[in-house]
């Protein structure tokens, strides 16, 4: 699993919007970058544990490799 993430964030008007480049769907918006970084890292979480969910629970056979 990659542990660093590089994040996007943009302003447009009074907010800011972001993502992360290497997790499509890892997208989120706040008022402050702050906020931005910390819905960014629940959005990571979120698409991490649903991918587990759907592609790996209660598969028989799985090969996990670390690069």
Same mark, same amino acid.
């Given at each position: 699993?990659?542990? &660093? @993430?590089?994040?996007?964030?943009? $302003? %447009? ?5 972001? @993502?992360? $480049? ?5 997208? %989120? ?11 960014? $890292? ?8 649903? &991918? ?7 598969? $028989? ?7």
């Amino acid at each position: 699993m990659v542990s &660093n @993430y590089t994040i996007v964030i943009i $302003k %447009s008007e009074k907010w800011y919007a972001g @993502y992360v $480049k290497e997790l499509p769907g890892a997208h %989120s918006q706040g008022r402050t970058i702050k906020e931005v970084k910390e819905n960014l $890292k629940e959005a990571i979480k979120m698409i991490l544990e649903a &991918n587990y969910r759907h592609f790996i629970k209660g598969k $028989k056979k799985v090969l996990e490799e670390n690069h």
